[in-house]
């Protein structure tokens, strides 16, 4: 197993436009966990996944922000009309029911001009 | 609403010595409390992880400590070494917070050889 998988590393953009993230988890892990990370920050929570149903969703995902995970396996983040203050790194973690540690990808890297 | 802080911000210190790092929670109802390592532009490794019911954790060089009542959790890395070097960041889950982390800020630790 490789690990949880993020694509793409790096985006960059241009303010208005929209870009989709993807997470692939590590396989059979049925829980899968979004969150933002800013420059010198730790990492905040946007939402979770239990299979294929999305079960939590944070205050900062506002509605220009969708995640989905349609078959229970890899995950889509999208952003729509994205603003400056979106450039951030975003982590994608995934983990068994039952257990508690989650595991992060690498990352995206995403700045918007 | 939980916050979680952590206490110093960076640490510089020459290879060997053993250091402690500080983690403080505001809301006592935890489930259990993580201790990851990030290295710079990558994602999180999980490296402790604390139940609520537990004093401490203990994984090769790194031990981990929880005072519950107190809002308080300790790293403690012993013989330190330059590959320690990254950033060190604790995460709290909420009893009532489904499966969500909330992160604290990171301590930016550099081994010095």
């Known amino acids: 197993d490789t690990g949880v998988s993020q694509d793409p590393r790096h985006k960059i953009t241009k303010r208005g436009q929209n870009v989709t993230f993807r997470c692939d988890p590590i396989s059979e892990h049925n829980r899968l966990y979004w969150y933002r990370q800013t420059l010198g920050q730790g990492p905040e929570f946007l939402t979770y996944?239990?299979?294929?149903?999305?079960?939590?969703k944070s205050r900062l995902l506002s509605d220009r922000f969708s995640a989905e995970r349609p078959k229970g396996s890899f995950s889509t983040l999208e952003i729509q009309r994205t603003e400056q203050g979106d450039s951030a790194m975003y982590l994608c973690a995934s983990s068994l029911i039952a257990q508690e540690t989650q595991y992060f990808g690498p990352g995206t890297r995403l700045l918007v001009l | 609403k939980q916050e979680v802080t952590q206490i110093p911000a960076a640490l510089s210190v020459p290879e060997g010595e053993n250091l402690v790092l500080n983690c403080s929670f505001t809301?006592?109802?935890?489930?259990?409390l993580q201790w990851f390592r990030q290295d710079p532009g990558k994602g999180l490794t999980s490296l402790l992880l604390i139940q609520s019911s537990q004093r401490e954790q203990t994984s090769g060089r790194l031990n981990a400590s929880l005072d519950k009542s107190s809002g308080r959790s300790t790293l403690y890395i012993a013989a330190s070494q330059p590959g320690d070097s990254a950033t060190y960041l604790c995460a709290v889950r909420n009893n009532n917070a489904g499966n969500m982390l909330t992160f604290g800020g990171g301590t930016r630790l550099m081994v010095k050889p």
């Open positions: 809301d006592s109802a935890i489930y259990n």
């Open positions: 996944f239990q299979n294929e149903a999305q079960l939590e």
